[in-house]
């Protein structure tokens, strides 16, 4: 049976890691926006996964990840990424491992125009050497279009995600299981 002391300890741990986690997902969007490709290899596992909701995008191992983040964010100008909602959960089973989902936005600045997308990241973080990091993270996209689309209707469209040439559905809400029995419950 563990004391008072040592199950104070544990409670703080928790605490100290998710802060650590959130300050991880903060420093994220600053490395892209700053181009610290450096910091930013420094951020995920060597054997981590980053990858898009669709899987137009799979890259394997922190080497596949800063190639695809060097060679992309040439395409940008000025970019402004920000994290908004972030849950973390510590895994019960796994010690130095958590999961976590960041409700994002991010403007683009790219070929005269300026791109809005509001994402969802999925994360798993593991504690590595002495620090968090990204174990593989998920992009799931809401909407990424031109932001004058945007605010001429774009959000009640079915096409949101107008991505490098590209233009189709986004991979949320409509793909939720929730969203279909909403709306199967409602009609």
Known sequence: MKSA???LAERIGRLEAREEIRDLVVRYGMAVDDRDIEGLADMFTTDAVFRHGDGAVVNEGRQAIVDFYADRLSSFGA?????HSHLVEMDPE???????????????????RTLVTGLRYSDQYRFEGTKWRFAERSIAMIYYMDMAELADGGLSEPDRKRYFGTVGPSELPESLDTWKRFFAEVS
């Open 94 to 112: 796994r010690a130095g491992w958590a999961t976590g989902m960041v409700n994002a936005h991010a403007e683009l600045g790219i070929g005269g």
């Open 79 to 83: 970019t402004y990424h920000y994290p």
């Open 5 to 7: 002391t040592e199950g």
